[in-house]
């Protein structure tokens, strides 16, 4: 079975920095997406970053586009999202998904994955 890990989370100052990892094993990861979304309590979970394994394609929601960094290493099957400038809106659990097939588009939407991680709590203070 597929099993997705993130990791990194924590308590970080306005302005601050923080990179979040994800790590995900099973079978064939050849021509998979990653993406990683984020759920603030009683809010909607919302898309963040996609990243295709192959090309290493990106792709960023607007609210975090300038600010953060999706990349990949794709010998450890590791997923990273570097956040610069944080926010206090930013502040959300952060979830890493992904999904073991790839069609050629942008994958942003939470139904588009299949497997996905526990969630890591990001905290940004004022």
């Known amino acids: 079975q597929v099993q997705v890990v993130e990791s990194g989370g924590g308590l970080v100052q306005a302005g601050g920095s923080l990179r979040l990892s994800c790590a995900a094993s099973?079978?064939?990861?050849?021509?998979?997406?990653m993406g990683w979304f984020r759920q603030a309590p009683g809010k909607e979970r919302e898309f963040v970053a996609t990243?295709?394994?192959?090309?290493?394609?990106?792709y960023y929601a607007d609210s975090v586009k300038g600010r953060f960094t999706i990349s990949r290493e794709n010998a450890k099957n590791t997923v990273y999202l570097q956040m610069n400038n944080l926010k206090p809106e930013d502040t959300a659990v952060y979830y890493c998904?992904?999904?073991?097939?790839?069609?050629?588009?942008?994958?942003?939407?939470?139904?588009?994955?299949?497997?996905w991680g526990q969630g890591t709590q990001v905290t940004v203070s004022s």
């Open positions: 998904a992904a999904r073991i097939d790839y069609s050629g588009s942008y994958y942003i939407g939470a139904s588009d994955y299949k497997y």
């Open positions: 099973g079978p064939s990861f050849s021509n998979s997406a």
């Open positions: 990243i295709t394994r192959r090309l290493g394609n990106p």
